[in-house]
């Protein structure tokens, strides 16, 4: 056998094993001394294993598992000797989420308003009924049949008596002139109780009025609207109807809608009525 092909085949089985290896003798020793005599004489004592100091063990690789028939195994997959083992993946941390904001309280629900009560001011009563006249009274009257329709639910505000179409009737809490009549004396339509006479010559009956509504103030806009006011009133003169009924008189609000003199005249009644 080839010598240089023993020791390569011998070379590639022990991957990784230290063999042994003949010293070449540094000088020529004389024959028939000690040392020729344990010196090998021929290739064949290679095969033989001399004594030798004991070999330290060599760690091997982890074992690599066998690939599946017709599928090599990837070199990427394959561990490097002494390599640290990959760790774990990391366990993503869901990102933090912001904490939603404390709900805006409500805010307080509003009062409903409160009606406004007009305070009257200190009139004059109302002068007598003329001879030959029959006066209505609060509790009887000839007229007590008349039919009227209202706008509003403030039984004890501000009675404002007109005698118009039923449609216009219906647009009259949007009339500016009224609205802002209200306003000046500190009232909005909402305050108040509009009435609406239904008999083209005929008044209301106090009587009449007094079984719905309680309020004892009153601004009619226009002619023979209230029965004891008919016979005992003067337009814009604010007066005293038994004691306890206030009332004004005045011209229709198509009128005074047009008119400064009226409106004026309207005005200082007003406010002898209301604000003195």
Same mark, same amino acid.
């Given at each position: 056998?080839?010598?240089?092909a023993?020791?390569?085949?011998?070379?590639?089985?022990?991957t990784?094993?230290?063999?042994?290896?003949?010293?070449?003798?540094?000088?020529?020793?004389?024959?028939?001394?000690?040392?020729? %005599?344990?010196?090998?004489?021929?290739a064949?004592? $290679?095969?033989?294993?001399?004594?030798?100091?004991p070999?330290?063990?060599?760690?091997?690789?982890?074992?690599?598992p066998?690939?599946?028939?017709?599928?090599?195994?990837?070199?990427?997959?394959?561990?490097?000797?002494?390599?640290?083992?990959?760790?774990?993946? %990391?366990?993503?941390?869901?990102?933090?989420?912001?904490?939603?904001p404390?709900?805006?309280?409500?805010?307080?629900?509003?009062?409903?308003?409160?009606?406004?009560?007009?305070?009257?001011?200190? &009139?004059?009563?109302?002068?007598?009924?003329?001879?030959?006249?029959?006066?209505?009274?609060p509790?009887?009257?000839?007229?007590?049949?008349?039919?009227?329709?209202?706008?509003?639910?403030?039984?004890?505000?501000?009675?404002?008596?007109?005698?118009?179409?039923?449609?216009?009737?219906?647009?009259?809490?949007?009339?500016?002139?009224?609205?802002?009549?209200?306003?000046?004396?500190?009232?909005?339509?909402?305050?108040?109780?509009?009435?609406?006479?239904?008999?083209? +010559?005929?008044?209301v009956?106090?009587?009449?009025?007094?079984?719905?509504?309680?309020?004892?103030?009153f601004?009619?806009?226009?002619?023979? &609207?209230?029965?004891?006011?008919?016979?005992?009133?003067?337009?814009?003169?604010?007066?005293?109807?038994?004691?306890?009924?206030?009332? $004004?008189?005045?011209?229709?609000? +198509?009128?005074?809608?047009?008119?400064?003199?009226?409106?004026?005249?309207?005005?200082?009644?007003?406010?002898?009525?209301f604000m003195?």
């Amino acid at each position: 056998m080839d010598t240089a092909a023993t020791l390569a085949f011998f070379q590639n089985f022990y991957t990784d094993a230290a063999l042994y290896v003949v010293p070449e003798p540094t000088a020529a020793t004389p024959a028939g001394s000690p040392e020729a %005599a344990a010196a090998p004489t021929s290739a064949a004592s $290679l095969n033989s294993a001399p004594p030798a100091a004991p070999v330290p063990a060599t760690p091997v690789a982890a074992a690599v598992p066998l690939a599946l028939p017709g599928k090599l195994p990837s070199l990427s997959s394959l561990p490097s000797v002494g390599a640290t083992p990959p760790s774990p993946p %990391a366990t993503p941390v869901p990102a933090a989420v912001p904490a939603s904001p404390a709900p805006t309280p409500l805010p307080a629900a509003e009062a409903p308003r409160q009606a406004t009560t007009l305070t009257v001011a200190q &009139l004059p009563a109302a002068a007598a009924a003329p001879a030959g006249r029959v006066q209505p009274t609060p509790t009887q009257s000839p007229v007590a049949h008349i039919p009227f329709s209202t706008l509003g639910s403030n039984a004890n505000g501000l009675i404002i008596l007109v005698r118009l179409p039923a449609e216009e009737f219906k647009k009259l809490p949007r009339n500016v002139f009224l609205n802002n009549l209200l306003k000046a004396i500190r009232l909005i339509v909402e305050d108040v109780v509009l009435v609406n006479v239904e008999h083209p +010559s005929y008044p209301v009956a106090l009587c009449s009025l007094r079984q719905h509504l309680a309020a004892r103030q009153f601004l009619a806009f226009g002619k023979n &609207l209230l029965d004891v006011a008919v016979y005992t009133t003067q337009p814009y003169e604010p007066v005293l109807l038994f004691g306890d009924t206030a009332f $004004l008189g005045a011209s229709e609000i +198509s009128m005074l809608e047009y008119d400064a003199g009226r409106k004026k005249q309207l005005w200082q009644a007003v406010q002898r009525m209301f604000m003195s």
